[in-house]
């Protein structure tokens, strides 16, 4: 059975870095993407980006340009989300989700398995 | 601030039939951009409901549908049930933003 399974929850002050991971199992890691969304403490769900884990092409979203970097290992299935210069507003659940979209990025994107999450928060 | 516009919330009684809309523009559901939707219950992460305006993944219940008009889709729930109680979202593609969008999200209560 598909399976993402996601690294623990985070503390970070202000300005600091995070490096969250997404361990995949149950299918071919390269047939598809993987994109990371998250959820600020009672808010809605907000898209942040996805990476081909075929070849690695990224498509990020363009209010974390910049910020943010997502990479895979092919050789372990786990894909990573990183962000930068952490601000508080950046306290989330973190949640990667195995995106249909393989090798390119298009309008047809949607996520049909998600990880459990893991928390980030940012606090001084 | 989402570019797709859900109802904040939504209510029925056991049996009853309730509609989530939501609404867009000619960026996104209004360009023909297919529209999904994913159910979130207290806690947990996000599910896929409906996916490509009106397909059900396999083990999704027959009482949920999906459809798409102009720059709007809908969600029903018919015959309403307990477990229904959760958050919906409704996602698509923008084309200004060049990447997925969520709405705003809408909460189902069962009364």
């Known amino acids: 059975q598909v399976q993402l399974v996601q690294s623990g929850a985070e503390v970070k002050k202000p300005g600091a870095s995070v490096k969250v991971s997404c361990k995949a199992s149950?299918?071919?890691?390269?047939?598809?993407?993987i994109s990371w969304v998250r959820q600020a403490p009672g808010q809605g769900l907000e898209w942040m980006g996805w990476i081909s884990a075929y070849n690695g092409n990224t498509n990020y979203a363009q209010k974390l340009q910049g910020r943010v970097t997502m990479t895979t290992d092919t050789s372990t299935s786990t894909a990573y989300m990183e962000l930068r210069s952490l601000r508080s507003d950046d306290t989330a659940m973190y949640y990667c989700?195995?995106?249909?979209?393989?090798?390119?990025?298009?309008?047809?994107?949607?996520?049909?398995?998600w990880g459990q999450g893991t928390l980030v928060t940012v606090s001084s | 601030q989402s570019v797709l516009t859900q109802p904040p919330s939504v209510s029925g009684a056991p049996g009853q039939r309730v509609t989530i809309s939501c609404t867009g523009s000619?960026?996104?559901?209004?360009?023909?951009?297919?529209v999904h939707w994913y159910q979130q219950l207290p806690g947990t992460a996000p599910k896929l409901l409906i996916y490509g305006n009106s397909n059900r993944p396999s083990g999704v219940p027959d009482r949920f549908s999906g459809s798409k008009s102009g720059t709007s889709a809908s969600l029903v729930i018919t015959g309403l049930q307990a477990e229904d109680e959760a958050d919906y979202y409704c996602q698509s593609y923008d084309s200004s933003l060049s990447g997925s969008v969520f709405g705003t999200g809408t909460k189902v209560t069962v009364l």
């Open positions: 000619s960026s996104n559901i209004g360009a023909g951009y297919d």
């Open positions: 989700a195995r995106d249909l979209l393989g090798d390119v990025y298009s309008s047809s994107s949607y996520f049909d398995y």
């Open positions: 149950g299918y071919t890691f390269t047939s598809y993407g």
